[in-house]
């Protein structure tokens, strides 16, 4: 029995910041599956601003083919299955793109385990704050940050999923903890989730400054979500061995090889002796499983909160993604597709 499908895919490369026209919304019609097969019902997808620069060309991995499918991960319901390692009524994810349904091996597939995810712990978290963008956080902070009792962590894009978990897990490791964010309402909602202080970047004039008012003794380890100006600010605000965790570069991801900001105060990382360092959260994969475990342990403690920003309808996926870049999303951005 055939399936009707809807996929988006990368119809042409952006220039700058991503357009709706980069992109195209495609029916497509998946056969049968075929021996140890799965097909699989999208229920949510996510949009990631990461993914931007495999659409103009190489990242950490190839770029993405022009009329291939959206990267992203997902979370989807078994609808048929020719796989003794799932059933039907599975709820299952993976990393299928920006689809309504996908048919697959089962290579890459993980079933989510009832036991976990519960209560507090929604299955869409599964791709949030349990997914790559907590995992990054966690691994971020805590392997390349290093962060100990009354340290100063200064996390940019700190309302953003792996900003505002990345804060709470400094919080819970005895830091003092400020986000910088994009307005009124992300700062309130860092501030709700224990953050000592938050930097509205779009009301300041003067961002070293702004820092070194909120963090009046230095920054120990800046979580960097944004890169540009703002990376150089803080720069100017670390203290001695100070450790700068380079997790995302949101500000230079549309700007051309010719025109990305950088980073100037380079000499301070010669009289404060500081460490930067970039993470692939991939890298960290066999340690997954530990992590995750860890973080669900925190919410449903209550200890870690998460916030989703859902918008129904896959028709939507590619504006969701654009808004990005705009700083529409309040939480981890979800497409709800079924
Ligand atoms: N290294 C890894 O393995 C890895 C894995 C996953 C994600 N990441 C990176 O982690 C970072 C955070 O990801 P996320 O999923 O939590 O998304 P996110 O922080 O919610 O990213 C979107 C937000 O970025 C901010 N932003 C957008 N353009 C900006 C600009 N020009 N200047 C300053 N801020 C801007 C906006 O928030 P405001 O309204 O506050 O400006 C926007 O809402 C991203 O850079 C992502 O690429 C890295």
């Not at 993405?64 to 059933?87: C, Q, R």
């Not at 860890?294 to 918008?311: F, K, N, P, R, V």
Request: glycine content about 12%; proline content about 3%.
């Amino acid at each position: 029995m055939t399936t009707k499908a809807k996929r988006w895919v990368l119809a042409s490369r952006p220039e700058g910041k991503p357009k709706l026209d980069n992109f195209r919304l495609e029916d497509v019609t998946l056969s049968d599956i075929g021996e140890h097969d799965i097909l699989i019902r999208t229920e949510f997808h996510s949009v990631d601003p990461g993914m931007r620069g495999r659409l103009s060309g190489d990242s950490y991995t190839a770029a993405l083919p022009l009329g291939e499918t959206v990267d992203s991960a997902m979370i989807g319901i078994v609808e048929a299955s020719n796989n003794e390692k799932f059933k039907v009524g599975d709820r299952v994810t993976g990393g299928f793109g920006w689809v309504s349904h996908a048919v697959s091996n089962g290579r890459g597939v993980q079933v989510l385990d009832p036991a976990i995810y519960h209560g507090k712990l929604r299955p869409s978290a599964a791709i949030g704050v349990l997914g790559i963008p907590g995992l990054t956080s966690y691994f971020g902070l805590l392997d390349l940050g290093e962060p100990k009792k009354d340290d100063t962590v200064l996390i940019s894009s700190a309302a953003g999923p792996v900003g505002a978990t990345a804060g709470q897990i400094a919080k819970m490791k005895g830091c003092r903890v400020v986000g910088i964010a994009g307005s009124k309402d992300k700062c309130d909602y860092v501030k709700s989730l224990g953050f000592d202080a938050t930097i509205n970047y779009r009301d300041t004039k003067d961002m070293a400054a702004a820092i070194k008012a909120a963090c009046p003794d230095g920054v120990d380890i800046y979580f960097d979500n944004v890169g540009g100006s703002m990376l150089d600010a803080a720069i100017l605000n670390m203290k001695d061995h100070g450790r700068i965790v380079v997790s995302g570069q949101v500000s230079e991801y549309n700007r051309g090889p010719d025109e990305l900001v950088g980073i100037r105060n380079v000499t301070r990382f010669i009289t404060h002796k500081l460490r930067m360092e970039g993470l692939v959260v991939f890298d960290y994969f066999k340690g997954f499983k530990a992590a995750q475990a860890e973080m669900a342990g925190w919410i449903h403690a209550g200890e870690l909160q998460y916030t989703e920003d859902i918008s129904d309808g896959i028709e939507g996926s590619a504006a969701a993604f654009v808004g990005l870049f705009e700083g529409e999303n309040h939480g981890r951005r979800l497409i709800k597709v079924s």
